[in-house]
């Protein structure tokens, strides 16, 4: 207990002498949280659209005076052509194509009328399909406003928006961003620890030191748990000060999900760096799993949207289980029992991959 | 040419030897695409339903049914009012459909009036968005009213099942030539000086620039091979349209290629440490293909001040044109103005490196 205390001190030392490694930790997740949500937001706003218009009707006027002050929607324009629109659509410089068939306020009010189509851009599935949504309902409400006294074209429907009623994609992705700035730290680092100890040659001295493997690791890998705990706190308190976001639930649960989750990923790098034998290859093994972990496990597009046998695979990263703690947390105040099974997935990974980052340590090459 | 010849035999012999970093740049592309092009996808099925409902009248119980039916509906289980949140929350469903007392009345034309409510879990807005409006169409088609033959058509051009796949080996691409590319050539240049081996080189009567090409060589011949595997995998396994110019593909490739090779040379010029190389590279050339390229996020959501910085991101423009070429399926002439860019972008690239390593070393 004792050497382990003492090989603490010795890197927490070499960590503070270090002139570049404080400084990282401290401006890192600052940069980090400013800049991450401005740009990882899927949120889609400003659809361009142009309206093919061949009705010329009040209702078609109103549609068109609607989409303009929509905050969704940019009118790009009224042609009466649609293929002269659509040749925009396919340079991209609109998203969508309203056309408003001949005869379409009249018909309303006939057995059998006319319908909008609406032609998107798939090129951006998400912008297509959403966009399309969007101009589908404001055509609904359009028409519900000014045929509202027919009493068959009520919508039956009224919906309440849980969780984030301003339908905000910023609170959304914040507690995950965190979640990627505490992966690039507690992966990165531990890999290129020892791996650099290896190429300095001061791995050698310890190896012939009486130090037992477990303690080696082990003095290795609280520190990365300290600094994990740190850089999470200070990317809390800049969600709270800058983006006005707190957790709904319990900050424990959080702190207790980060524990388990920066041992595993720490415990990760340790692996990962003492089976390199040089930099570049610990780098590049590392980049491998970190782009896979970051596009796998819901942090960018839900897990619940990957075909079954993606999302059977997706159990394997552990990212995954964090990401839903901090959301659900976050967003939902879902309680600390309630996520019993992220937990004990997270528990089972932390000792997996410590224990193997313990055993792949070898003295003697 | 044969001092230039053995030269590259040497490199590549570098390469080779390291088995593990061989298999992750070979097999990169390759799992990345595969991966991604089923994993990463934004689209919503099986929205998960449960209903609260007073009574549970046959008109209830039968609109349920029909609810079910639906192959982008999964029901969830009838729940009571009091336990609307705790679903939501422990993700049991995604939506709640509550009924009124006077749904019958209201549905069978009695009486009128909102008679049914939604409750969403808009955690996440865009596939909360979707799910209401999946529930909405479906209940709308159920009831066969006036309001269900008014509901707009929309069709979903040029990528019609909406795989997300489609936009996202472009930005793939992109990704693995600036790391291979870029990022191994600067670390492999740096490592040299490091350990000292440069200074050997350097003093041989080979010439410096023969040296660095040399290097170049084998990292420019395996990113042509990962561009054929993509191409074929994309063209073969993904079925991506794949119908633009071919010529064009190549030709900007092979240009975005010899950029990020000129991108490495100039890190590793600049640096003489791997790790400040490995951070550099992470920090200027990986992070901005992610984030400002448009591989992830839309380039017109992002903030005024990264739109106008995504413009030096040579990464923004490959995409872009990879895009065009591979799913609009434009002729060569529709991506003249990324050509001309990437090729300026190049030229200045390589001008500017190739100085700064003669300047080292005069």
Known sequence: ?365 | MTTFGSFVHKETLHILRDTRTMMIVLLMPVVLILLFSYAISTEVNNVRFAVVSPHYTSAVLEQVRHLEANPNLRFAGFIEPTEIDATLRQGKADVVLCYSADYDRISAGIEQGASMQLVADMSNPNNGTMATAVVQGAILSSQASLAAALQPDIRILYNPQMKSSFNFVPGVLGLVFMLICGMMTSVSIVREKEVGTMEILLVSPVKPLQIILAKMTPYFMISCLNLTTALLLAKYLLQLPLTGSITALIIISVLFIVLALGLGLLISVMVSKQIVAILISGMLLMIPVMMLSGMMFPIENLPHFFRELSVIIPARWYIAALRKLMIQGLPFLGVWKEMLIISVMTLGILSISLKRFNDRLA
């Open chain 1, 1 to 365: 207990m004792k050497t382990l205390f003492y090989l603490i001190r010795k890197e927490l030392l070499q960590f503070k002498r270090n002139t570049f490694l404080p400084k990282l930790i401290l401006a890192f997740p600052i940069v980090m949280m400013l800049i991450l949500p401005l740009i990882a937001n899927m949120e889609v706003k400003n659809v361009s659209v142009v309206i093919v218009d061949n009705d010329y009707s009040s209702l078609s006027r109103l549609l068109a005076e609607k989409m303009d002050a929509s905050s969704y929607f940019t009118l790009k324009g009224t042609f009466s052509s649609y293929n002269e629109a659509l040749s925009l659509l396919e340079e991209s410089k609109v998203d969508a194509v309203l056309s408003i068939p001949q005869d379409w306020e009249k018909s309303l009010s006939q057995p059998h009328p006319q319908r909008v189509s609406i032609s998107t851009n798939g090129v951006n599935s998400t912008k297509g399909s959403i966009g399309g949504q969007y101009l589908s309902s404001l055509v609904l409400q359009t028409m519900q406003a000014s045929l509202g006294s027919q009493a068959s074209i009520h919508n039956p429907l009224t919906v309440i928006n849980f969780y984030n009623p301003t339908q905000d994609y910023r609170r959304f992705m914040i507690p995950a961003l965190m979640i990627m700035v505490i992966i690039m730290l507690c992966c990165f680092l531990p890999t290129l620890n020892i791996v650099s100890e290896k190429e300095e040659g001061t791995m050698e001295q310890m190896n012939v030191t009486p130090v037992p493997r477990f303690t080696f690791i082990a003095s290795k890998l609280i520190p990365y748990w300290i600094m994990g705990l740190l850089v999470l706190g200070e990317a809390m308190i800049i969600a709270w000060l800058v983006y006005n976001l707190s957790p709904m639930g319990s900050i424990g649960t959080i702190f207790l999900g980060a524990l388990l989750f920066i041992l595993t990923m720490s415990g990760f790098g340790l692996l990962i760096s003492n089976i390199s034998g040089n930099m570049q290859q610990a780098m590049f093994v590392m980049f491998f799993f970190v782009i896979i972990f970051i596009l796998m496990s819901g942090l960018f597009t839900p897990v619940t949207s990957m075909p079954a046998w993606c999302q059977k695979l997706a159990y394997a990263f552990p990212p995954r289980y964090f990401i839903e703690i901090m959301r659900d947390v976050y967003l939902k105040g879902t309680h600390l029992v309630e996520l019993w099974p992220n937990l004990l997935a997270l528990t089972g990974f932390a000792a997996f991959f410590d224990t193997w980052a313990i055993l792949s340590y070898r003295k003697q090459q």
